[in-house]
C-alpha cells in the first residue's frame, strides 16, 4: 500500500463528502491531527477505523487500500492485490521487530561483561577478553540486525518513486533517520534520503 496515494484518496473522498477534517475526526471518534497525518501519507488509518472511515466516505475497504475509486470488473483483481500486499506487509513488518529485538539482546548481553570488566578486581589478561568478547557480540549483532533491516521491505526513491533494495555496503555507509537512509537510487541516479517501505 502506497500511504501517499492513500492518503491523497482520503482527502480527496473528505473533500467530494463536504467535511472538514475535524468533520471527518468528529464523526469517526478521532483527533483532526490524525486525519491530517493520514491525509499527508505519514500514517495509515487503525484497523478498527476502516470500516467506519469507509462509511463515512462512501468507499469500499478496496478502494481505500488502492487509494482510487475501482471499477466492478478490477474489483476481484485489486482486492487479491490488496490481500497479497498486506501479508507481504505483515511479513516484512515481523523482519523490522526482529531487527530491532536482536540490537536489544545485543545490548542486554554485553553491558554485563562491560559492567564487570571494569568493577570488578582482576587480572588485565582477562579484563581485556571480557571486553573483547563484549564487542564482538556487539559487532556480530549489529550485523544480523542490519541485514535483517535491510531485506525488511524495501527503500522508496522520492524523485522517481522507484523501490529497491541497497546493496550492503551502501545500506551500511548510508547516513539515516529510524524510517529514511541516503540511497543512490538505482533507476535515476539521485542521491538522497529514501522512505523505509513495506514493499517491495
Not at 13 to 37: C, F, H, N, P, W
Not at 79 to 108: C, D, G, H, P, Q
Not at 169 to 186: A, D, F, N, Q, V
Amino acid at each position: 500500500m502506497d500511504q501517499m496515494l492513500t492518503g491523497a484518496f482520503i482527502a480527496a473522498e473528505r473533500k467530494r463528502k463536504g467535511y472538514t477534517q475535524k468533520q471527518l475526526a468528529e464523526k469517526l471518534g478521532i483527533s483532526d491531527k490524525t486525519v491530517s497525518k493520514w491525509e499527508r501519507g505519514n500514517g495509515f488509518p487503525d484497523v478498527s477505523l476502516l470500516l467506519p472511515l469507509c462509511g463515512e466516505l462512501d468507499i469500499t475497504v478496496n478502494e481505500l487500500l488502492c487509494g482510487e475509486r475501482v471499477s466492478e470488473e478490477d474489483y476481484c483483481r485489486k482486492a487479491e492485490e490488496n490481500m497479497v500486499n498486506l501479508v507481504r506487509e505483515a511479513r516484512e513488518s515481523k523482519k523490522i521487530v526482529l531487527s530491532a529485538m536482536v540490537a536489544m539482546l545485543v545490548i542486554v548481553a554485553s553491558l554485563p561483561l562491560f559492567l564487570v570488566a571494569g568493577a570488578v578486581q582482576m587480572d588485565n589478561g582477562i579484563r581485556v577478553l571480557l571486553v573483547v568478547t563484549g564487542l564482538v557480540v556487539i559487532a556480530i549483532g549489529i550485523a544480523i540486525a542490519c541485514i535483517l533491516d535491510r531485506e525488511a521491505g524495501a527503500y522508496e526513491c522520492p524523485s522517481c518513486k522507484t523501490r529497491f533494495v541497497p546493496e550492503m555496503g551502501e545500506y551500511i555507509m548510508g547516513p539515516h533517520t529510524i524510517m529514511k537512509r541516503k540511497l543512490k537510487c538505482p533507476n535515476c541516479g539521485a542521491h538522497r534520503y529514501c522512505k523505509k517501505v513495506l514493499t517491495k
